[in-house]
């Protein structure tokens, strides 16, 4: 059997407004060398006061650690950063929304220790806008990653619990990591799949937990008690920094998943 040495993963769940951004910016070095992590993958679609993300945050995220970024269905929240999703070859948005929408969803960053990982974004199509069925298009593009590089992640930002573990079932043993994203509430299903694929229904949120995901409470309670719309604020305590922390091999198959959670307020 050929040696391949073990690459470690962390995914940060949905970085959410200021107090997410702050979490990661201050934290990230010091958990980056603790837990001996050769990538980072965080998800930034809340970044930018819960909605979307612009290319100034997507530096401070670079520069505080992150590898890759990747997005969800505020991808285009912020009009600013469409020409950064065009440029820049760290951030897609998912796979799955209009070919002509601006950006990539598929793109290959170099781990520290110069393994090459794939990294895909796709988006749900229950309760959420996807231009194409994920699973119609998650082969093509499994395929294509795999062609550049042996380890692949796939973020898929999806609201149901069912569509994710059924996309994760479907690509066991093609890909080395299916974790989902969008409900900010982390999910206590961290496994490897029997092919090989590591596997989280949900990574929670990076941000602040004394809130409705991640909103001021009593304005989501307004709206929903109501119905008339109220302007969002992000919460502010209870701050999380939560995802997934995975190791693989360097031939893609992963050998470990767990969920990944520190307070720090
Ligand atoms: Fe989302």
């Known amino acids: 059997m050929p040696y391949h040495p073990a690459v470690r993963i962390l995914f940060i769940a949905d970085i959410f407004g200021a107090p997410g951004r702050r979490a990661v910016e201050m934290h990230l070095p010091e958990l980056r060398a ?16 819960g909605v979307g993300v612009t290319s100034r945050i997507a530096l401070k995220l670079y520069t505080a650690g992150v590898d890759a970024i990747t997005l969800g269905n505020h991808a285009y929240r912020q009009r600013e950063v469409y020409p950064f999703l065009e440029a820049d070859d760290r951030i897609v948005r998912p796979a799955n929304h209009a070919a002509n929408a601006p950006g990539r969803g598929v793109t290959v960053v170099e781990a520290a220790d110069g393994t090459r990982v794939a990294v895909i974004n796709l988006i749900g199509q229950l309760f959420l806008d996807a231009a194409q069925s994920p699973f119609e298009v998650a082969a093509g593009l499994v395929a294509d990653a795999r062609s550049q590089a ?11 619990t069912s569509e994710k573990v059924a996309l994760g079932r479907l690509l066991d043993g093609r890909v080395t990591a299916v974790i989902g994203t969008h409900t900010h509430v982390q999910t206590n299903d961290a496994a490897v799949l029997p092919g090989g694929t590591a596997y ?25 008690r109501t119905g008339i719309p109220v302007r969002f604020e992000p919460a502010e305590g209870g701050v999380r920094l939560e ?23």
């Open 34 to 49: 603790q837990h001996g992590v050769d990538l980072v993958v965080a998800n930034a679609e809340n970044a930018a006061d």
């Open 150 to 160: 042996k380890v692949v992640l796939v973020d898929f930002h999806a609201e149901a």
């Open 243 to 265: 995802g997934a922390l995975l190791e693989c091999d360097g031939s893609g198959r992963a050998t470990s998943c767990e969920t990944f959670r520190v307070s720090l307020d």
């Open 200 to 224: 989280l229904t949900d990574g929670g949120m990076t941000g602040p937990h004394d809130s409705v995901i991640g909103v001021k409470a009593e304005l989501a309670i307004k709206r929903m």
